[in-house]
């Protein structure tokens, strides 16, 4: 129980059975021994249970002290069963009875109780200087009693040795009384009282033993009123424990507690010189005397050793503290009340470069920055003020700029405190934190700024966004964002260390076509943004920003980079959005990304400003993508096949794979979720899954003696997926297809992108026996050159030239050369998009040897194209 618990029923009680016991004790007639040993016995147990139930969980945790508490009920106990058989013990012959050594061994445990009650102090004097300032104190005391009561006694005494052992037991108490008192009463602890009271005791004891033996020398019996101190003590123990003392000892209380050897040896030198004085002389008294002499003499060695060597660790410290003041490259001045420097320590020369004499009896305020100089000379008007007791322990510090002897301010940090040989002088530390201030600069521009181009990194562009924003409203600001188009096959072509190159070319193109108000920072990667602070909104300042956005694009494009000895021409891709009410600086920022992602999805090289919808479209895209994992796991997806036919003889060839996806009963256009898949990577398990469907349906009908082929595109992340081409192999080892039945169709615009690793990854299919088609022939950018490095066997023409045959010339004529381009380079060549008749018949009249489209046929599940028999005729399909 954590409870505070009164100490007068304690006190109540010990006084009662104190009471009876001695009552009782007279009352049977009792002798002053018997008295003394029952009241001794009663006290004595009832300090024992009262110490033992404080040791326990009755006193509160914050002044229990089990261990002293427990030592000191043992003592008690111990020094009762001496006390309860001296009567008997009495009567025998013995000097020193059985008795006696019980009540000495409890008066040690006693002693020890108290030492334990208290806390050490933080620096303990040492075991030799405790105890020789016990012996002189003991030896002082038992000087005094020598004189006042021993001495007589002994002189009258017959058998000196046995007065001698007769003394053994006070004396011993007295060395142990000696023993503890300074430790208990130095002590700072707020609950000492136990120990005070232990000390006490001990001092009871040895009065009452001194008694006790003098009485036994004259073959008196003790006094009743020597016998009952102790028990009396005892009642005062037993309450100790149970009483709180909120207030530590006092500094000075524990000076004179210390001091006090020293006291009880000078009142015994004065008491033994009277005794010598008045003509007695004394053998025993004149030893311990010789003894206390030299002890005080061996103190005092021990004492000069120790002072010596302290003197020795101040000096040592003194050259330390020196020494790393000069290291350290501090400056030591000391100034009068008026700023006046006195002296001057070392290492001013070598840190601000000024002499010693440059500087003495001249005012610390010419060397210090005028705007720092009004807080300095109110720090040195509070340090001089004798009535100002703010001072802080150490000193003051103040931040201040020292000016050099070169005229540059330095930041330093000063330290003032006042002098400790004169008040009136001020004592000013100077630490020069140019180094340390240029770090944390260095750091702060690492923070927030981009160490490959030197602008402003995204950090920096978001803070400034959002103070822009709260500090001048949405007012004309906008936000440009470019994205560097083809900058991925920089890096795989010319290396990390090049690209880095050429952002920094980047960098200083959009540098100097961006005005100087306006902020230009590198997002991350190959993207670039810029803050335009504009004033009150209008189409003026739009036309600004967009007018600025095109000059970005022009700014990278109009001049190919010059990198690792060649030219790498790049294209941007740039986004524009601007500052609503209301609208947070994150939202900006999210809308200049959408709006220049919007722009790189239709090719590039162009400036798109946010419009709502894109945000929507972001979103709807977002949502597909969250749901095509899902469908692709529970077989959402399906295939439908469209025919190829040779147009010479109606015949279907081949079948094109297309995905399709019913999400629920609704059914998402495929231009709707390949983007997003692609994005989202789970185009390459998608297209796994077509691979392996479609290669086993077309085997199927293969084995039904239908020379019929397959035909899949391909997207870019597919074929640089780890594994594609064993992927590859592996469907046709599965399904037991041909690997010449197997057509896989790319784009003119991935063979441009990442040209030499998606060459070799198609050559490596190439070696399989797989059959290969460049998509969409016409709209790329280096159709030509392309088809010499990677040898092909079909291109398809694109359905945008197809659609303007017998109608536009000039796709007419593209589409002519087109075809005698492939015929030419033994190549098949198929049209796309046939849906008119008109369409068809220049096509054959041209020499295209294949073709698709919804007048050919549509695309149809496996069962539609089941029905396709070999003898099928086009105009029956049409």
Not at 114 to 120: N, Q, R, W
Not at 272 to 294: E, F, K, N
Request: with cysteine; hydrophobic share 50%; proline share 5%.
């Amino acid at each position: 129980m954590n409870v505070r618990r009164d100490p007068r029923v304690p006190l109540t009680t010990a006084a009662g059975l104190g009471a009876v016991a001695v009552v009782v004790a007279l009352v049977t007639g009792g002798s002053a021994p018997v008295v003394t040993a029952i009241a001794g016995v009663v006290t004595g147990l009832f300090a024992a249970v009262s110490l033992i139930m404080a040791a326990s969980r009755v006193v509160p945790a914050h002044r229990r002290q089990p261990g002293a508490w427990r030592w000191m009920a043992a003592g008690s106990l111990t020094w009762l069963l001496g006390v309860g058989v001296r009567p008997v013990a009495d009567g025998t012959p013995f000097v020193l009875t059985f008795a006696d050594l019980l009540m000495l061994v409890g008066s040690v445990l006693l002693a020890i109780g108290c030492g334990l009650s208290v806390k050490p102090p933080a620096f303990t004097r040492g075991v030799i200087r405790q105890a020789a300032d016990a012996y002189l104190g003991a030896a002082s005391v038992f000087a005094v009693a020598w004189v006042a009561v021993l001495g007589p006694a002994f002189r009258k005494a017959e058998d000196t040795g046995a007065f001698f052992v007769a003394l053994a037991l006070p004396v011993v108490c007295l060395l142990a009384t000696c023993a503890v008192t300074p430790a208990v009463a130095a002590s700072r602890s707020g609950n000492r009282v136990a120990g005070l009271t232990g000390v006490g005791v001990l001092a009871a004891i040895t009065v009452a033993e001194m008694a006790t033996a003098l009485a036994r020398l004259d073959g008196d019996t003790p006094p009743l009123a020597a016998g009952l101190v102790v028990p009396a003590m005892l009642l005062v123990l037993a309450v100790a424990p149970w009483v709180q003392e909120d207030r530590p000892a006092r500094p000075l209380h524990a000076a004179l507690t210390a001091a006090t050897p020293l006291v009880l040896v000078a009142a015994a030198t004065l008491v033994a010189a009277l005794y010598a004085i008045g003509g007695s002389r004394d053998a025993a008294l004149v030893v311990v005397a010789a003894s206390v002499v030299l002890v005080l003499l061996g103190r005092l060695f021990v004492l000069l050793v120790e002072t010596a060597g302290m003197r020795r660790l101040v000096d040592v410290g003194e050259q330390q503290l020196r020494r790393l003041a000069e290291n350290t490259g501090d400056v030591v001045l000391v100034c009068d009340p008026g700023g006046v420097v006195q002296e001057v320590g070392p290492g001013l020369e070598a840190t601000y470069g000024y002499r010693p004499e440059d500087l003495a009896f001249r005012p610390i305020f010419d060397y210090i920055h005028p705007e720092d100089l009004p807080a300095v000379q109110a720090l040195l008007d509070r340090m001089t003020d004798e009535d100002d007791g703010t001072e802080q322990v150490g000193g003051t510090r103040i931040s201040c700029r020292f000016r050099a002897s070169d005229g540059t301010w330095r930041p330093t940090e000063s330290v003032a405190a006042r002098h400790v040989r004169d008040d009136d002088l001020v004592l000013v530390t100077i630490r020069d934190l140019s180094d340390q201030v240029a770090l944390r600069n260095q750091v702060t521009h690492l923070t927030f700024h981009d160490g490959v181009t030197g602008l402003p990194n995204r950090a920096y562009f978001e803070e400034r966004a959002r103070d822009v924003l709260t500090r001048r409203g949405a007012g004309g600001t906008a936000v440009i964002f470019l994205d560097l188009d083809g900058f991925t096959s920089v890096n795989d072509s010319v290396g990390h260390a090049s690209g880095d190159h050429l952002l920094g070319q980047a960098a200083r193109r959009l540098r100097s076509a961006v005005r100087a108000d306006d902020t230009l920072a590198r997002w991350g990667g190959d993207e670039f943004a810029v803050l335009l602070e504009g004033g009150a909104s209008g189409g003026a300042d739009a036309q600004t920003a967009i007018d600025l956005a095109e000059r970005l694009v022009r700014a990278v494009s109009n001049e190919p980079f010059r990198v690792a000895d060649r030219d790498i021409a790049l294209t941007a891709s740039v986004g524009v959005a601007f500052a609503e009410e209301d609208l947070p600086p994150g939202d900006l920022l999210r809308n200049a990304d959408v709006a220049m992602s919007r722009a790189k999805e239709l090719g590039g090289r162009r400036v798109e400003v946010f419009a709502t919808h894109m945000h929507a479209d972001v979103l709807r895209r977002l949502e597909i993508a969250s749901d095509l994992q899902r469908a692709l796991l529970e077989n959402q997806f399906a295939i439908e096949y469209q025919p190829v036919v040779d147009l010479a003889t109606s015949r279907v060839t081949a079948v094109e794979a297309l995905v399709r996806w019913w999400r629920g009963s609704t059914f998402v256009p495929p231009e709707q979720f390949l983007g997003p898949a692609e994005d989202t990577g789970i185009i390459v398990p998608l297209s796994e899954w077509i691979l392996r469907e479609a290669c086993r349906e077309v085997a199927a009908w293969r084995a039904s003696s239908w020379d019929i082929g397959l035909a899949l595109n391909l997207s870019a992340r597919q074929i640089m997926a780890p594994r594609f081409v064993e992927t590859v192999a592996e469907a046709l080892s599965e399904s037991g297809l041909p690997a010449s039945a197997l057509t896989l169709e790319v784009i003119e615009e991935m063979l441009v992108e990442d040209a030499g690793e998606m060459i070799s990854r198609l050559s490596e299919l190439r070696t399989l026996g797989v059959r290969l088609a460049i998509d969409d022939f016409g709209t790329g950018y280096a159709s030509l050159a392309f088809l010499r490095q990677l040898p092909v066997d079909m291109i398809k023409i694109d359905p945008s030239f197809v659609s303007g045959l017998g109608r536009d010339d000039t796709l007419t004529l593209l589409t002519k050369t087109i075809v005698q381009l492939g015929n030419d380079l033994g190549l098949i060549v198929v049209a796309e998009g046939i849906e008119r008749p008109e369409q068809l018949d220049l096509l054959r009249k041209m020499g295209c040897t294949r073709g698709q489209g919804y007048l050919v046929a549509r695309p149809m599940t496996a069962r539609g194209v089941d029905s396709l028999m070999p003898t099928t005729t086009l105009q029956n399909t049409a």
